[in-house]
C-alpha cells in the first residue's frame, strides 16, 4: 500500500530489535536433532499445529522458521501499518511473479510474510471463514464428510476469541454473536476508529437494491453476499497473530522449540515401508542468508522425527520444498538435476488466487486520510498515541467496510462458461471500500483527496504453476497465477468495475465523489476500454492456494489425502493452504486456521 514516501520513511524509523522468549535464533544453538514432529514454517497454520501437538507433555515439537521475529516489529502489530509490511522489506519473501499473459506481460510483487506468524503477521487482518459451500467443495472434492461446514464450524471456538471493538462502541447489529467465539486464541474485533465515509457506505445499501447490508461478514452458516463492517484479527489495538496468539500461549511449554532464521533445503528420504511408501522424516535446514556468519549454503544440520514432519509453508514455500526433495514432476526436476524421489506431476500444479483492482476516485473536501498520510507531524502524533494507549487510528485496520456480490443468473457469461463459485449463494467478487489512496506500487500524489474502491476476483477459473528456477534452495521459485486468462475472470472484473461506478453514483456519494482519477480509469466506457483498463492495473491480493491439493485417498491426481498425508510418502502431512483445491470465498487467514485446528486432531488421533 505504501500510501506515501513519507509514511513509509516514518515507519521504517519503527522497526525494533526483536525482543525474544524461549525462540532459538541460530540453526547453531540447537542441541538435540531428533523430535517427535517437526514442522517446516512458523506461520499461519504451522504455529496452530505446534501449540496444539505441544499441548501433550510427553510429545517433542520443533518449529523451523525461515524469517525473523515478529516482536517489537511495531508495523506488525498497529493494524493500520500492516500493508506497509509488504513489500519490499526485511518481512516478506519479496517474490514476484513471471511476466502474465492475461495482464499485458507484466510482472509485479507477490507478497508473503516472512517472520513469526507468517502472512497472519503481514496481512491486512481481514477474518472470515468461507461460505458453507467452500467447505461442502472440499468435502466433496476430498471424499472426506469431515470438512463439511457442519463439522468444521465447532472449530471457531477453539479458534476465535471475538473481544469489543478499541472505541468501544456499541456493536448491535453490526456482528452475530451466535455465529462467533469468545474464548478462543486469536482476537476478532470490529472497527474502532470512523473512517468519516462509513455513514455514506451505509446509505448506500440502503440506497441501492444491488447493495444491501449484511450484519455479519464472518460467512460460515451466514451469507457473504452484501455489504457490512470488516473483522480483524485484532484486540485492544494490536493485531493478533498465529505467533501472538497460539505460539504465545504455548512458548514457555518445555516441549516445544522454535528456530527463527533457519531454511529448510529439502526433505530426506528414510527409508521405504512395507506398503511401498517413501518414509521422509529427516530434514535438511540452514541459516537463512544474511542471518550467519557462516555461508548459508556451506552448514546446514538434519533433524528427524520420530513421528511426522509436516509442512506448513505455504502454497509457495510448500510446493518449493517438496520439489527440491525430489517429489514433483520428475521431467521438470531432472532438467534441474534434481533425483526424482516421487513422481508426482501435481505438485505445484492448480495455483489459483485472488486478484486486486484499486478503482481509484477524487473526492472533494479533506475527509480522505490522505491529508493526515502526507503530514509528518499528524503520522507522528498518530504513532505516539498507539505506542502510548493502543488507540487511534493506526489502532483500526485500513478499512472498515466491504461485501461481496454474484454476477447476475442470466449473464451471458454462463452461455460460454460454467459458474466456478462454490454454490449459488457463494460470490463471484469482493467490494473493499477504503478512504484514501490505495495502489499497490504506485506512489500518492503529492496533492488530492482520494477514495479507492477496490475490486477483488473471488472466484477466479484461472489456474497456474510454481516451479523451481534452480536447484538452489535460496533461489526464488517461477511463480505463475496465470491471471485473467479465462472468459469467466475478466468478465467478471469487467462487470465489476461497472459495478462499482454503479456503486459511487448513489445519492449518499452525490456531494463527495468528483469522479475517476486517471485518464484510463476515466475514458473507459466500453467493454474493451474496461478490459484494457482491468489488464493494466490489476495485481494479487495474495491469497494463494492449490499447489498441493487435497483428491480422495484414490485418486491418480493431487498431492495430499483426504487427511492431509502426501500421496506416496510416508511420515510426511501438508497444513496450509496449498491443500485447498480451490481458493475459499473469502480472505484466506480464517479458512486456514480451521484447516489447521482440524488437521491437529488428525494428526493427535493418528499417533
Partial sequence: MHSSRLLSFVLASLFVAPSLGVTLTQVSQLTTTTFDYVIVG????????????????????????????????IPAEAPFLGPTLTPNTPYDWNYTVVPQAGMQGRTF???????????????????????????????????????????????????????????????????????????????????????TIDPRVLATTKQLAEFPYNQDMSGGDQSLLGIGFLQSSAGGGVRSSSSTSYLANANKRPNLTVIINATVMKLIQTGTTSKGLKSFRSVQFGSSLGTASTPASTS?????????????????????????????KASDLAALRIPSTINNPSV????????????????????????????????????????????????????????????????????????????????????????FWFNPGIPQPTTGSFMTIVAVLISPSSRGTVKLASNNPFDKPLIDPN???????????????????????????????????????????????????????TTTIFHPVGTASMTPANAKTGVVNPDLTVKGADGLRIVDASVFPFVPSSHTQGPVYLLAERASDIIKAAN
Fill in 42 to 73: 512458523g506461520g499461519n497454520a504451522g504455529l496452530v499445529v505446534a501449540s496444539r501437538l505441544s499441548e501433550d507433555p510427553n510429545v517433542s515439537v520443533l518449529v523451523l522458521e525461515a524469517g525473523v521475529s515478529d516482536q517489537g516489529v
Fill in 109 to 195: 510483487a507477490y507478497p508473503r510474510g516472512r517472520l513469526l506468524g507468517g502472512s497472519s503477521s503481514a496481512n491486512y487482518l481481514f477474518h472470515q471463514y468461507g461460505t458453507n459451500e467452500d467447505w461442502s467443495r472440499l468435502s466433496s472434492a476430498s471424499g472426506d464428510s469431515g470438512w463439511l461446514w457442519s463439522n468444521m464450524k465447532k472449530y471457531i471456538q477453539k479458534h476465535e476469541k471475538f473481544v469489543p471493538p478499541v472505541d468501544g462502541h456499541n456493536t448491535t447489529g453490526q456482528f452475530i454473536p451466535s455465529l462467533h467465539g469468545f474464548n478462543g486464541e486469536v482476537s476478532t474485533s470490529l472497527p474502532g476508529y470512523n473512517q
Fill in 300 to 328: 546446514s544440520k538434519i533433524v528427524t522425527a520420530r513421528k511426522e514432519v509436516i509442512l506448513s509453508a505455504g502454497s509457495i514455500g510448500t510446493t518449493q520444498i517438496l520439489q527440491l526433495s525430489g517429489i514433483g
Fill in 348 to 435: 505445484g500444479d492448480n495455483l489459483s488466487d485472488h486478484t486486486l483492482l484499486p478503482n481509484i476516485f477524487s473526492v472533494k473536501g479533506t475527509q480522505s486520510f490522505d491529508g493526515f498520510l502526507r503530514d509528518p507531524n499528524q503520522v507522528n502524533a498518530a504513532v505516539e498515541q498507539w505506542v502510548t494507549n493502543k488507540t487511534g487510528m493506526f489502532a483500526n485496520n485500513v478499512v472498515n467496510n466491504f461485501g461481496f456480490a454474484r454476477i447476475p443468473s442470466n449473464a451471458t457469461i454462463f452461455k460460454v462458461a460454467a459458474d466456478p463459485a462454490a454454490g449459488p449463494n457463494s460470490p463471484h467478487w469482493e467490494i473493499i471500500i477504503s478512504n
Fill in 483 to 537: 491471471y485473467l486468462t479465462t472468459q469467466f475472470d475478466i468478465f467478471t472484473m469487467r462487470e465489476a468495475v461497472k459495478a462499482i461506478k454503479r456503486f459511487v453514483a448513489a445519492p449518499a456519494w452525490s456531494d463527495y465523489v468528483i469522479g475517476p482519477f486517471g485518464d484510463v480509469f476515466s475514458k473507459a466506457s466500453t467493454d474493451a476500454q474496461i478490459e484494457n483498463y482491468v489488464r493494466g492495473l
